[in-house]
């Protein structure tokens, strides 16, 4: 398994921004990918994006396209989500997965970051 674990998460005033990394404990480049999901109170969890670790493919979900940017560090086995334009429906808890054969399986997981708009 690989172990994932998110930092970067806080709160911000409608409108700002932030970036959430994802750090893993092996080396992911070009092998799987990678994704980031949130999940409010009371909500189901919802895909926010994902990329492949090794070519430069990535998807969005509706809700975060073209506010939301992911980024992998090749070589460093991070992966960043940057967040632009927040708005309050944004506030939930932020989690990194991934999916070593890119089938929308994702096996691991990590404990998730708070992120809080107002």
């Known amino acids: 398994h690989v172990q994932l674990v998110e930092s970067g998460g806080g709160s911000v005033q409608s409108g700002g921004s932030l970036t959430l990394t994802c750090s893993s404990s092996?080396?992911?480049?070009?092998?799987?990918?990678m994704g980031w999901f949130r999940q409010a109170p009371g909500k189901e969890r919802e895909f926010i994006a994902s990329?492949?670790?090794?070519?430069?493919?990535?998807y969005y979900g509706d809700s975060v396209n073209g506010r939301f940017t992911i980024h992998l560090d090749h070589g460093k086995n991070k992966i960043s989500l940057q967040m632009d334009n927040l708005q309050s429906e944004d506030t939930a808890m932020y989690y990194c997965?991934?999916?070593?054969?890119?089938?929308?399986?994702?096996?691991?997981w990590g404990q998730g970051t708070q992120v809080t708009v107002s």
């Open positions: 997965a991934y999916d070593p054969h890119c089938l929308s399986s994702w096996y691991d």
């Open positions: 092996v080396n992911i480049d070009n092998f799987g990918c």
């Open positions: 990329q492949f670790t090794g070519a430069g493919t990535k």
